[in-house]
């Protein structure tokens, strides 16, 4: 069983930044591969960055102002949020893929999902 657990939430006005964090229970340098993705009230929960073998990947929304990254030796993944806007307000969740491995953008190709985090952007 994998856990995942998600930090770093929080009040932002716009245009500042968050660092999101989750700890990944896995076993050091284990492979899988990690995505964030996000939820605002009423809608779908929607891709936002993705990090496996094959490199990073991100929306077309966040390129540009998010950065995913891993320390595998922590098992950890990271989103570092920057110059927010007040539609980027959701709950963040993170996901791994422990099956495939490989990217996708799709929340059904994740097996593990966190409790998720919330993030809100004041205008």
């Known amino acids: 069983q994998v856990q995942l657990v998600e930090s770093g939430g929080g009040l932002v006005q716009a245009g500042g930044s968050l660092r999101l964090s989750c700890a990944v229970s896995?076993?050091?340098?284990?492979?899988?591969?990690a995505g964030w993705f996000r939820q605002a009230p009423g809608k779908e929960r929607e891709f936002v960055a993705g990090?496996?073998?094959?490199?990073?990947y991100y929306a077309d929304s966040v390129k540009g102002r998010f950065t995913i990254s891993r320390d595998n030796a922590l098992n950890t993944v990271y989103l570092q949020m920057n110059t927010l806007q007040p539609e980027d307000t959701a709950v963040y969740y993170c996901a791994a893929d422990v099956t495939t491995m490989g990217f996708s953008s799709s929340p059904r190709s994740y097996d593990y999902w966190g409790q998720g985090t919330q993030v809100t952007v004041s205008s």
């Open positions: 990090v496996s073998w094959s490199g990073t």
């Open positions: 896995v076993r050091t340098n284990s492979r899988y591969a």
